[in-house]
């Protein structure tokens, strides 16, 4: 399961890399994350969300959450995306004084979540080029 969980996460990460360089970026991260955030990708049909609150397939999670305080959850892609898309969130904690690389370890311990990692602030390493900046203009 170990090993899985590292080729989804390389496979991810893979892509994000060659997404950018189809605009001509590259980013590195330094190990500053945005306080009380993390990304996780969750296994097809292991979030059930009600209208006020989160809840997971997994009562370890659902606990993993509750004492984190979690407090809101938000789907990065569409919900049809497809392959390395789908089931991607930004969890939103309550508490910003976690160790966000420890409670992400312990949701990733948990059989449904794929993944988890702090929200990594990425920077890029070159200049954006002329027709990206263009295109936010438009």
């Not at 893979?14 to 970026?25: C, N």
């Not at 945005?34 to 296994?43: A, F, L, N, S, Y």
């Not at 997971?56 to 984190?68: H, P």
Request: aromatic share 8%.
């Amino acid at each position: 399961m170990i090993h899985s969980k590292i080729l989804e996460r390389l496979k991810f990460l893979s892509f994000v890399r060659k997404a950018l360089a189809t605009v001509g970026m590259s980013c590195f991260a330094d190990g500053r994350y945005i306080r009380g955030q993390m990304i996780i990708k969750m296994k097809d049909g292991c979030l059930l969300r009600r209208e006020d609150e989160v809840k997971f397939s997994s009562e370890r999670l659902n606990s993993i959450s509750k004492r984190y305080a979690l407090i809101s959850l938000d789907r990065l892609f569409a919900e049809d995306a497809q392959g390395l898309l789908r089931g991607i969130y930004r969890l939103n904690f309550q508490r910003k004084d976690l160790d966000m690389v420890k409670a992400a370890a312990e949701y990733e311990r948990d059989e449904t979540c794929v993944f988890a990692a702090p929200n990594f602030v990425i920077a890029p390493t070159a200049p954006v080029p002329a027709t990206v900046e263009r295109r936010r203009g438009q």
